[in-house]
């Protein structure tokens, strides 16, 4: 049997059982986007918990460069933030619940769309606010950083008098 007869006939035998397979990631492939995927959302859980505190060296380095933030129909970026962290009331406490929806990732870029629901408390309030949020998320070696959030409020209608 010729080399060329010989490769034909194994992709006739061998293809119907291995085609199936292709298409899919390996286990191993399939662990380790698993693990990515937790990453991506721990890099977003660790911005939201330093940006709580007044540590703004630990915040930023949670953020990329370039980052921007999308809030209040305003393009905003890590000054604003600082500025929101320095100006925080007495007694300032921030509880976060995230329920994220979906986590892609393409290289070294991940996207996150999820929503975030919130606690937000001082010496003379409490309020629970919602949003929904999408993040875009660069790795940086072995880390990844917020590049850009979009961030939209879920308002709770108010009862009617």
Known sequence: MRRREFVAASALMFGPAIAPALGRQSASQAG???????????????????????????YRA??????????????????????NMKTRPAGFRRTDVFDFKSVTIEGTLAFAVYFLASEIADDKRQVQLRWLE????????????????????????????
């Open 32 to 58: 380790s986007t698993a693990v990515e995927t937790e990453a991506v959302k721990q890099a977003i859980a660790d911005n939201y918990e330093l940006y709580r505190g007044t540590d703004f060296e630990k």
């Open 62 to 83: 949670t953020l990329a460069p370039d980052y921007v933030l999308l809030e209040h129909g305003q393009l905003q970026g890590v000054a604003d933030d600082e500025e």
């Open 134 to 161: 999408s993040a875009i998320l660069r790795r940086s070696g072995y880390r990844w950083l917020l590049a850009l959030l979009h961030s939209t409020r879920i308002e709770t209608p108010k009862p009617s008098a």
